[in-house]
Every structure is written in structure tokens, then in C-alpha cells.
């Protein structure tokens, strides 16, 4: 888009002089580089080529600073410990793998120790490796019901994650078990709107979904969807899923 060439604050450069192809008319972009989807259009001369227009966009458009905040607040904790979520959330399995295992080494405290075991727990879930995913949830799950009360919403975290695992594995009926204790907590322990709540409906919903419990799963998707409308950003990729 030319009007935008001049106010763009996203770096880029047109390096068709100096390209070996000067015809295909390159530009090179940052690498952080964000773009919107104008148009996706088939091409006349050839069905299966599809052409899509993409406009750049930068920290000054609304709708994305609304979602990069919101990814910032899913992504929390500090140090190491971020470090770590950030590589589950774009999947580097193997370097979070080697980063936990090296923060166990020196956890002292017991919600050091059940944190770190939940989230290697996510790294096995991850890499498909479901039966050790639940020993370590296991491990997690011990500490925190020696040391947290009940209803504390790590604990429904913890719940859910093996609901997962055993969804995955085809256990339905361990997964709606799980999914139920997951639940039942978060719906003392969290605001009606929050989008933890959702995943847990969603993920109930996808449990029947898979069973061909097809009315069931849809009133549990419609929940999980009128939550994430009120408490995400209209762009988040949550909302696409529902």
C-alpha cells in the first residue's frame, strides 16, 4: 500500500536492484513483521494458484496491540520461568524440556518443585508422550494437595491438563472425570467470564464432540464461545478455534 510506505514504522527495504531476479520486485521485512489478510482470490489463468493480498501493519494498529497485550498476559510469570511458556506456546518442546529440568535442579520450595513438574507434564503432552505426561501432572498433583487448599484454581489447571492427556489417548470417560474436578473448581474460584473457564468448556465440549455426543458438545462449544466473546479480543486466534 504506497500510502503507508511513508509511515510505516516497520522496517523494510525493496532490494529489486539488488536481486538476481529484478523482475520479482523483493522486499526484504523484519523479521517481527505482522501483516493483515486483505483478499485471498483464485487466480483465472490457473485454478490452483490463489493470490493473497497482505497489508503490513505495525504497533500502531488497534486490533493488533489489543491481541499482542492479551498474548503478553497469557504468556506471564517471569524470568526462566516466562522463558518457558513462551517456548511451549510456539511449540520448542525439546529446549523447554531442557530448561525445566535444569530449574528442578535448583527448585527449593514445594510450589517450585509442583509447578515445574506440571509444566515438563505440558512439555511430554507436547511431544505425544502421553503415559509420562501424566506421571509428571501426578507428581505435580501430590504437592499441591498436600499444600493448597481445595478450590485453588492451579489445582483445576492441573486436573484439566491430565483431562487432556487422556483425551488424547482416547480415554473419554477418564478425560470427562478429570475435565468435571478441572470445572468445578474454576467455577468457584474464577469470574463467570474468564477465559480459563472457556478452555475448560471447550474441552469438555470437544471430549463429547469426539464420543458423537454431538448436541452435548455443542452446548459446551456455545458456552466456551459467549465467554471468549466478552473477554478477548475480537482477533484472538481462541475465538477462531470456537
Known amino acids: 500500500d504506497p500510502s503507508k510506505i511513508s509511515t510505516s514504522i516497520t522496517p523494510f527495504a525493496m532490494i529489486d536492484k539488488h536481486s538476481a531476479l529484478p523482475r520479482e520486485q523483493e522486499i526484504l521485512f523484519t523479521m517481527h513483521s505482522v501483516f493483515r489478510i486483505v483478499e485471498i ?8 494458484l ?14 493488533l496491540a489489543g491481541l499482542t497485550d492479551c498474548i503478553k498476559e497469557e ?17 520448542h518442546f525439546d529446549q523447554a524440556d531442557e530448561l525445566y529440568n535444569e530449574l528442578l535442579k535448583g527448585a527449593s520450595t514445594d510450589s517450585d518443585i509442583a509447578y515445574i ?9 507436547g511431544q505425544g508422550e502421553y503415559p509420562e505426561a501424566v506421571k509428571f501432572y501426578e507428581k ?6 498436600k499444600t493448597l487448599s481445595e478450590d485453588d484454581v492451579s489445582l483445576a489447571d492441573t486436573y484439566g491438563n491430565i483431562g487432556i492427556v487422556y483425551k488424547n ?26 477465559p480459563n473457564l472457556a478452555s475448560s468448556y471447550n474441552n469438555i465440549g470437544s471430549v463429547y464432540d469426539n464420543m458423537g ?25 481462541d475465538l477462531a478455534t470456537s
Open 140 to 145: 505435580s498433583l501430590e504437592i499441591k494437595r
Open 41 to 48: 482470490t483464485q487466480t483465472p489463468s490457473n485454478s490452483r
Open 75 to 91: 504468556i506471564d510469570g517471569r524470568g526462566w520461568h516466562r522463558m518457558g511458556k513462551l517456548m511451549l506456546q510456539v511449540g
Open 213 to 237: 455426543e454431538y448436541s452435548k458438545a455443542l452446548g459446551y462449544y456455545e458456552k466456551s464461545l459467549k465467554i471468549r466473546e466478552i473477554s478477548l479480543p475480537p482477533t484472538h486466534p
Open 169 to 194: 489417548m482416547g480415554g473419554y470417560s477418564k478425560a470427562l472425570e478429570y475435565y468435571e474436578e478441572s470445572i468445578k473448581i474454576k467455577e468457584i474460584s474464577l469470574p463467570p467470564t474468564h
Open 117 to 125: 513438574y506440571h509444566e515438563l507434564g505440558r512439555v511430554r503432552k
Open 50 to 63: 490463489w493470490e493473497v493480498q497482505l497489508t503490513i501493519t505495525d504497533e500502531s494498529d488497534p486490533q
